[in-house]
């Protein structure tokens, strides 16, 4: 279909072949991350610290926790790691990227601090100094210290990826995208900067389509051909917005979690409440209580729960579903643990902008679809089919 909104346009309409183009790569840049770790060929940020000591050797276990979003096991990893070696930086700095995701920002800010006076000279806590400062309000104070991260690194990806951030955020592309070079051609398959980038084009090639189609318009109707290249173009880059959105911004957290716990998912937090027994029409069931918050108000229950079919001795898993316009979010009851605290297994996935990718395949099928009932085609094709006849008449 893709082909056909092609066709209808490629001998006249060369800027639009400009757009297909930028097309191409943006999908390109946005999956390559993704292929880049299906195939195990993208490589993590080295660590701060020296292989060898007890220090470095639990600063692993805390890092490898903190990856699976195992928040108690990377606490426990970090805490042993200082217990070694009470002046080792990496670990306060576990600590304090916990206590930021756990919304706990003064302990954040205090392991910071204290990292930062320790070693004054360690990119890695200048960087983590510049973002508090940011997430402060106080702009030029992070900004400094970011710049002097990158000065003490010359290799730092993350200090480089917050201040392009900053600055795109402020409408300064021009500084930005230098910025995002320089972080692809330290670490090609940094999956921050194919996401700023892809999503800059995705937004670039809808405001060129935008135009091109107002332009257009000045001059009369323009045929479906033309409707269904837009269309379609479009659909790629509302496909795209959604791949890396999810791509960089999903969560998924496997925990362990009694009355009362609370787990992040994204700018929301799910409280779980407990486990009550429900009977359906054929099966009985464990029916999870949980709250969603968003800034501590309540946006709705979430009622997931775990089926035992009265036909099947197999217990069957049923997700609550929260679909949304920007987010989707699926909460899932596992297993009860062991303990008197009521304890069980829940599975959270936070997963932006999914819809969007659905959304774009759609608006690209819709493209070829107009693309196919131009009437230049089927005027095309009934004149060919017309000759075919003619020549066979001839023939005979």
């Known amino acids: 279909m893709l082909m056909l909104a092609y066709r209808a346009n490629s001998r006249r309409d060369r800027p639009a072949r400009l757009t297909r183009a930028l097309a191409a790569g943006l999908a390109c840049l946005a999956c390559l991350p993704a292929f880049a770790a299906a195939a195990g060929t993208a490589q993590s940020a080295p660590s701060a610290a020296a292989a060898g000591s007890a220090a470095d050797a639990a600063y692993r276990l805390g890092a490898q926790a903190l ?19 009470a002046k080792y930086v990496p670990a306060m700095l576990g600590l304090a990227e916990l206590a930021f995701r756990q919304k706990q920002h003064a302990q954040a800010a205090e392991w910071i601090h204290k990292a930062v006076k320790t070693d004054p000279r360690n990119a890695d806590a200048q960087a983590s100094l510049g973002r508090l400062l ?4 106080k702009s030029k104070e992070g900004e400094q210290a ?19 951030d900053v600055q795109l955020a402020r409408g300064e592309a021009a500084a930005a995208l230098p910025l995002y070079r320089e972080v692809l051609v330290i670490d090609p398959t940094h999956a921050g900067a194919h996401y700023a980038l892809g999503l800059a084009l995705a937004v670039w090639i809808i405001g060129a389509s935008l135009l091109q189609i107002a332009a257009r318009l000045k001059s009369g109707l323009p045929p479906l051909a033309f409707w269904g290249m837009h269309v379609a173009h479009m659909g790629i880059a509302v496909c795209v917005i959604g791949i890396v959105m999810v791509k960089h911004y999903e969560t998924e957290r496997d925990v362990r979690m009694a009355p009362g716990d ?11 409440l407990g486990v009550e027994g429900v009977e359906g029409p054929n099966y009985n069931a464990a029916r999870g209580n949980l709250e969603l918050l968003e800034d501590g108000k309540l946006v709705m229950p979430l009622h997931p729960e775990k089926r035992k079919y009265l036909s099947s001795a197999m217990p069957m898993t049923e997700a609550f579903i929260d679909p949304g316009l920007t987010r989707d979010i699926y909460v899932s009851l596992g297993d009860p643990l062991e303990g008197k605290d009521g304890a069980w297994s829940v599975r959270v996935y936070y997963k932006p902008f999914v819809s969007w990718i659905w959304g ?8 070829g679809l107009l693309a196919a009932a131009d009437r230049r085609y089927r005027l095309t094709a009934k004149a060919a089919k017309a000759a075919r006849l003619a020549g066979q008449g001839a023939a005979s």
């Open 134 to 137: 940011l997430a402060s309000g």
């Open 262 to 272: 609370t787990v992040a998912a994204g700018h929301y937090t799910i409280r779980f």
């Open 67 to 85: 990856a699976s979003n195992d928040d108690a096991a990377a606490t426990r990893a970090f805490q042993d790691a200082l217990a070694a070696d």
């Open 360 to 367: 774009g395949v759609v608006m690209m099928a819709l493209g």
């Open 146 to 164: 970011l710049r002097a991260a990158m000065e003490l690194d010359a290799k730092a990806v993350r200090p480089r990826m917050d201040l392009a």
